[in-house]
């Protein structure tokens, strides 16, 4: 059964999903812990989409929804959101938390591409 599921550009991952969308993908991954009452993560919302248009092909760009899938999200310790987590080779690599620029977690993905 395929647990692959895109909106838009950006996949949604799940507690079913994560390891092989996520920690097995041969690219670098980006995940927004989010959720839906959350209204910072609603603002950083389109930010994710654009930045899955913009990295295509180059790395998994990915929204949890931690509310629908809280095993994923306590196993990296979420405690607030938007909590923002880069992977490279099954690993957490950078974090960010809050709502953060474009700009500026576009830089981080990069760093981590090279």
């Known amino acids: 059964m395929v647990y692959k599921k895109m909106s838009g550009k950006y996949l949604v991952a799940t507690d ?7 920690l097995d993908s041969d690219k670098v991954a980006l995940v927004d ?25 180059k790395a998994v760009i990915a929204k949890l929804n931690v509310d629908e ?7 990296y ?6 909590s923002l987590l880069v992977f490279k080779n099954g690993q957490v690599v950078d974090q960010m ?5 474009k700009n500026i977690i576009a830089k981080k993905i990069d760093e981590h591409i090279g």
């Open 33 to 57: 812990f989010w959720a839906a009452w959350c209204g910072p993560c609603m603002m950083l919302g389109p930010v994710i989409e654009e930045l899955a248009g913009d990295f295509e092909g």
């Open 69 to 75: 899938n809280p095993n994923t999200a306590a196993q």
């Open 16 to 22: 079913l999903n994560f390891k092989t969308e996520i």
């Open 77 to 82: 310790g979420i405690r607030s959101i938007p």
């Open 97 to 101: 938390l809050g709502a953060m620029p």
